[in-house]
């Protein structure tokens, strides 16, 4: 069983840089594949990135540029560092990780085994 514990969101102006970190629990972290979610109110969740065990990483469009994920596998942590903020990226953002390599369906949450309780990241414009 591995436990995510997101921390660093918050509140921040449009334009702004926020950096979330996600601890993991256990022995095997460098194996997972790790990702980032995120749920708006009245929408659905919807993948943001993702740093596979073997280092490739994966953006949404929307975020292509603005975001950077990034793991120290010391640590068993996994970071989203966010810059030039919007307000469209209000929402919780939540991270993932599975122990099964199926990069090929990284951006799915579907392929995710354990997930953390979320952190709220609110941009105001």
């Known amino acids: 069983q591995v436990q995510l514990v997101e921390s660093g969101g918050g509140l921040v102006q449009a334009g702004g840089s926020l950096r979330l970190s996600c601890a993991a629990s256990g022995r095997t972290f460098s194996t997972y594949d790790m990702g980032w979610f995120r749920q708006a109110p009245g929408k659905e969740r919807e993948f943001v990135a993702a740093n596979s065990w073997s280092g490739s990483s994966y953006y949404t469009v929307s975020v292509k540029g603005r975001f950077t994920i990034s793991r120290d596998n010391a640590k068993n942590t996994v970071y989203l560092q966010m810059n030039s903020l919007k307000p469209e990226d209000t929402a919780v953002y939540y991270c993932?990780?599975?122990?099964?390599?199926?990069?090929?369906?990284?951006?799915?949450?579907?392929?995710?085994?354990?997930w953390g309780q979320g952190t709220q990241v609110t941009v105001s414009s």
């Open positions: 993932a990780a599975t122990p099964t390599k199926r990069d090929q369906f990284i951006t799915r949450a579907f392929v995710y085994d354990y």
